[in-house]
């Protein structure tokens, strides 16, 4: 496996970072996760524009087209992986970089840690035609959840949970209401309305999300974007998770209950089947 670690292509042997990496130390970065189809990486302009924002909010030293020129080091990451056939997972990471520890920043002069690592993706089409089972859980993450920071703790508790439950995603609440999932944007409908959290700092603004939204404007579903009470969830007709590794998933069991008649409900079918169009048309291959 090739890896691109600051400038280099190196085997995975071979990249290595200091102890002292602020990433390591901290959770100090920001990254990104890309889908790329047939080598080509789906929707890059709103995954580098997010992680512009992060590294802005942040205050790293890596600019806009530092950022940019990211897409070139993934086909190439890509490329280098025999991956160009298939469909692949793009990881971004950019750190504050190396420096005796301390909280403030280190000198303006530290360069950045500058990652990116391309995986096959096996797509589980299974689980996307027939649903999967997804829990609730607290939401203890921090308070800038629109910035990808690569400090995931509540992220990892939550799926861990998950997992434990034999559960794909957990959905994540607080103060009563759905955020979103440990790793997905969360979607119900009821009495045929569509519902999803609005874009705030509370939820990361998903670029699977962001198409899924131009998606129900062209199918002109009725959508609102508002946040949907826990104690409603369980009554939703149906329920899907989104994200560059999930697309759209369907929820057919919620805390282990049915969600609606417990099968991926027709809102949820159109949505997936036009996301799966998006997707592998902006690549030119079929499914
Ligand atoms: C917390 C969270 N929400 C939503 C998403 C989905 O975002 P995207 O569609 O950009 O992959 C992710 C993806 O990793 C995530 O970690």
């Not at 990433?23 to 512009?52: L, S, T």
């Not at 030293?61 to 020129?69: G, L």
């Not at 034999?166 to 959905?171: G, K, L, R, V």
Request: charged share 20%; with cysteine; aromatic share 8%.
């Amino acid at each position: 496996m090739i890896f691109y670690l600051n400038g280099h292509y190196v085997p995975r042997e071979s990249a290595m970072i200091p102890v002292e990496d602020r990433g390591f130390i901290f959770g100090d970065g920001i990254y990104e996760g890309v889908r790329a189809v047939g080598g080509k990486m789906f929707e890059w302009p709103a995954h580098a524009d997010r992680m512009v924002k992060g590294l802005n909010g942040l205050r790293i030293n890596f600019n806009a087209e530092q950022v940019n020129a990211l897409e070139g080091v993934c086909e190439r990451v890509v490329q280098e992986n025999g991956l160009t056939d298939g469909e692949a997972f793009l990881y971004l990471q950019v750190s504050r970089g190396a420096a005796p520890r301390g909280h403030n920043f280190p000198p303006a002069s530290t360069p950045p840690t500058v990652f990116v690592s391309a995986s096959k993706l096996v797509v589980p089409r299974k689980m996307r035609d027939e649903g999967g089972s997804a829990i609730t859980f607290p939401d203890m993450r921090w308070k800038r959840r629109d910035w990808k920071t690569v400090n995931l703790l509540g992220n990892v508790l939550a799926r861990q949970a998950a997992f434990e439950a034999n559960a794909y995603e957990a959905i994540l609440h607080e103060d009563g209401i759905v955020t979103e999932g440990a790793a997905t944007n969360t979607f119900a409908v009821f009495d045929g309305v569509l519902r999803t959290h609005p874009l705030s700092t509370r939820i990361l603004h998903g670029v699977t999300r962001k198409v899924v939204m131009e998606l129900i404007a062209e199918l002109d579903l009725p959508i609102l974007e508002e946040a949907i009470p826990l104690a409603l969830l369980p009554s939703a007709d149906e329920i899907f998770v989104c994200g560059s590794t999930t697309d759209v998933t369907p929820v057919v069991t919620l805390d282990g209950t049915p969600v609606g008649n417990g099968k991926p409900g027709p809102i949820t079918v159109k949505l997936r089947e036009a996301f799966e169009a998006r997707l592998y048309q902006a690549a030119g291959v079929s499914r």
